[in-house]
Structure formats: C-alpha cells, structure tokens
C-alpha cells in the first residue's frame, strides 16, 4: 500500500526522533548564526559608499591609503597563448611534435576535440632587459619593457569558452548580469575628473569582444557606473553641436536648461534617479568641449605618434590601434579612474580579428602580433617617462591560455584555462617579477595557483579598496565583485 509521508516524514511521527532531530536543526541555526558573526567580525560590515545622487561620480575616499589612483586594463580578446608569448617552456621544443603525457595514456581531449601532439613556441624566445627574461619574438618591443612587468604565471579561468570566460575577467562571474570591474571601480571611488566619464571602454578598431557591451555594464549597480564606450576613430556620439547653431546661443541654452533642472529638482527633493539623470545630460555638455579636445590627436607630436606607431602608412589597422592607446594615455593623463583598452574583436569570425588561434595559429598571429606590440609598448614607455605609472596600474589580461600541443588535424592552440599568464605593471607592483609557473609543458597552473578572483581582489587592494566588504546589497544578497572567493597576491605588491 503507498503511504502518503516520506519516509523521512514517518520517521518524525516518533517522538523521540522528532525531539532529537529538531533539537539537532536548532543547534545547527544557533552554530550557523555564531560562524556568520565571526566572519562578519573578522572581515568587518560590508561597507557601501555614500553617494550623492546630484553628483554620482564625485571622488570618494578609499577604504585604505592606496598605491594606485586609476586602472587601465588591456584586453586581448580571443585568448593570447602564452606558451608563444610570455611562459618560456623548453620541453616543448625538446618533444616538439611527441604526444603529451596524460595520466592513464588516455587521449587528450580539449574544448574542440582531440589534440595532436606537443608544439614548441611558434617564435623564439630571447633574454629582456637586466633581468634576462626570456619573452618571445611574436612581441619583441614589449619583451624590451619585461623590466617594467610584473608577470603571472599561474592564473586559472572557470570557462574554457570565450562569451563565459570574457564575463569572468571582466566581472568576476561566468553568467551575463553582474557589474563590470570599471563599475564597481566607478561606484566605490567615484573620479577626480568632472568632465569626462569616469570609466571609459576603448573597442578595438576592428569591432567589440564576443560579449560586447557587458565587458563594461554596470550590472545591478546604478547605471552612472556603466562605461563610457569610444575610441579614436569613433568619437563619444551625438556631443558635436550643429554648424547651424551658434556658439553663444548653445551656451545660452544649456545654461537656461540648467535652471529649469534646478528648478525641478526643488520641487522632487530626494528624487534620487532624477538627480541622476540630471547630473547625466550635464557631464553630456561639459564633455561637448573636452571630450572634443581629447580626441583630437593632431595636439600630439610626430615624435609620440612614431612612438605609438600611430604614423605607420604600412599598417593601417596598427596605426588606428596605436590611436587608441594615445586615446588611453590622454584619457589616464586627464584622472580618468579607470580605462579599459580592448585589443582584437569577434565580428570578423575565429582567429581573424582576435587571438582566437585553432586552425592557423602562426598566420593569424603574424598579423596580430605587430597591431599590439609596438602601440602597447608605447604606451607602457610613454606612462612611464611621464610618470603616470606612479599613480597608474596597469593589468594586461585575456579570458584563458592556448594548449601546449595542436589541436589534431590543424596548426593551431585550442582553449586552456588551467594555467595562463597575465601581467601588472605600475603603481604598487613589483617590477622585473614572475609569480607562479605552469607545468613543465605550460599546460597547468602548478606553483601558487591563482584566480580571476585574485586578480581582481588585488586590483581592488592597491586601490585602496578591501574585496571582501565593497558590497551593493542586490536581491537579498550583498554582492562583491569577488563573490565569496578572492585572495590579494600579496607576493607581487612592491
């Protein structure tokens, strides 16, 4: 006969067993409730910075005294390999073209399939700088500022597919809908700068990563905080004012505007969203002018632009690039808090646009190579000598590595997230520094594995900013950029 209870719920009609288990649940809430006090004791109350709805952006005081002032992120969309790249890895070229060894003899199977055998660096590796840091051929002119570099050699990724992957780096988690790093950068220090936004995305010329604009949402947060997206060959839109309206006038206007809003906020104090609306159109006109000034490169000399590489007839693609890391420099020169510089796009398909290398690694590569390298390296060099590095840090990153071997049937590196390489360089870093090492074979983070979130709790810490109590409190949750996870690297802080 089918009895209408469970047989946990039966076993609960006996009285003994009720009273012994629900004493048992009591217990667990009390325990539960004095392990959250400790860790609340221990991390401290999460902390929400104030804001003033009339001016959202205004700065606010860091948690800490911090090392660095702004951020200034470059992106290789696509997956950079590192083992071609920045991860010297000898056994590669000493069983080039042998199978990897996997446990059990098994086949290697990656994102899209079966792989081949083991690839030694498709370009040499060279000895940089006093340091000697052996970095290959592919980017020799960054190789030459090794010295400036604070490398990460051990970094992991949860996704080893782009769109999740993307959303990791630039957010902390796999899934669309949570805010940028530049937003919660945004929303907990506001900017120095009031006449530019205070996060701008700076797309490659070619087009905008796989997950476009959600690399520089705002999430949950407040829409103020979302980026600002332009770059050099496409201007901030619709801030130009029309030939057929003078100057005075347009001035005369914006400023009877900016009565009226006055006016109509009196009436609606408190009105929180209406204030930022307002404090939004007039950032708009303050940026008619500067943002106008900003993007005009002929301020810049031909000693700087041949620098960049911004005068290169050769390479058109190199060049608008390299104006797009001039546009980043003047952006972090003006105390713009956080910039975000994406090299490669998805709209031109795998591999073509982007660091997306499985069919033909070395061709694709080849034309990838010099776009990044020398406009990069200007603008590292030029950070630099105008001493912004001292306030600026700055983080090249991609969403995962390449395998150490080629995919079966093709030239080219499938998709590995268990152990890649990024770097730091700038204020609070050290420089001429390697942190954690991948296998022998560059397959798997092996020595002081970190994490995305590490990353970013790092990135926040030398802002001045403690991960684990910048919160926003969303859906009955207080949110963090790290999540629950997240530890500052502090072996790589100067």
Excluded at 280 to 297: F, K
Excluded at 298 to 309: D, F, I, K, M, V
Aim: hydrophobic share 40%; glycine share 10%.
């Amino acid at each position: 006969m089918h009895h209408p209870l469970s047989h946990a719920g039966r076993h609960l009609l006996d009285r003994r067993a009720f009273l012994h288990w629900g004493g048992t649940g009591l217990g667990g809430i009390a325990l539960a409730a004095l392990l959250d006090q400790q860790r609340l004791l221990a991390a401290g109350p999460p902390i929400r910075p104030e804001i003033d709805p009339t001016r959202p952006s205004a700065p606010r005081p860091p948690h800490f005294v911090p090392k660095a002032k702004n951020v200034l992120v470059i992106f290789c969309s696509g997956a950079l390999s590192h083992v071609d790249t920045f991860d010297y890895k000898p056994e590669l070229a000493r069983l080039h073209d042998t199978p990897m060894p996997t446990p059990g003899g098994g086949k290697l199977i990656t994102f899209q399939g079966e792989q081949g055998n083991l690839i030694r660096p498709q370009w040499e590796f060279k000895p940089r700088g006093e340091s000697g840091k052996l970095t290959s051929d592919l980017l020799p002119r960054l190789g030459e500022l090794a010295d400036e570099m604070c490398f990460i050699h051990s970094m992991t990724a949860k996704s080893n597919t782009h769109g999740p992957a993307e959303n990791q780096m630039a957010t902390g988690f796999t899934l669309d809908g949570f805010p940028s790093m530049g937003a919660w950068v945004t929303y907990a220090l506001g900017s120095e700068c009031d006449d530019l936004p205070a996060f701008v995305a700076i797309p490659d010329p070619r087009g905008v990563p796989q997950v476009g604009p959600r690399q520089w949402q705002s999430g949950f947060l407040p829409a103020v905080f979302q980026g600002t997206a332009f770059n050099a060959d496409r201007p901030i839109a619709n801030l130009v004012r029309p030939t057929r309206m003078p100057e005075q006038a347009d001035l005369a206007g914006r400023d009877f505007l900016r009565r009226l809003n006055e006016a109509h906020l009196a009436r609606h104090p408190g009105d929180g969203d209406l204030a930022a609306r307002i404090s939004a159109y007039e950032l708009a006109a303050r940026m008619q002018l500067s943002a106008a000034r900003l993007a005009d490169l002929s301020e810049e000399s031909p000693a700087t632009l041949a620098r960049y590489g911004a005068d290169d007839t050769q390479n058109q693609l190199k060049a608008r690039f390299a104006r797009n890391c001039i546009l980043a420099r003047r952006l972090v020169e003006k105390g713009v808090r956080f910039v975000q510089l994406f090299n490669g796009a998805y709209a031109m398909g795998e591999g073509v646009g982007n660091w997306d290398g499985h069919k033909s690694l070395v061709q694709q590569y080849s034309v990838h190579g010099p776009v990044l390298d020398q406009p990069v390296a200007g603008l590292l060099a030029d950070l630099k000598d105008r001493g912004l590095l001292a306030d600026t840090l700055v983080a090249f990153v991609t969403e995962f590595g390449r395998m150490p071997t080629f995919q079966k049937g093709a030239s080219g590196r499938d998709h590995n997230p268990s152990g890649f390489t990024v770097w730091l360089a700038g204020a609070g870093v050290k420089r001429a520094f390697s942190h954690g090492a991948t296998d022998e074979f560059g397959y798997k983070a092996v020595e002081h594995a970190t994490t995305i979130y590490d990353l970013h709790a790092t990135i926040l810490h030398l802002l001045g900013l403690d991960h684990t109590r910048l919160s926003f409190y969303n859906n009955g949750i207080e949110r963090r950029l790290t999540d629950v996870h997240g530890h500052v690297i502090t072996e790589i802080l100067a």
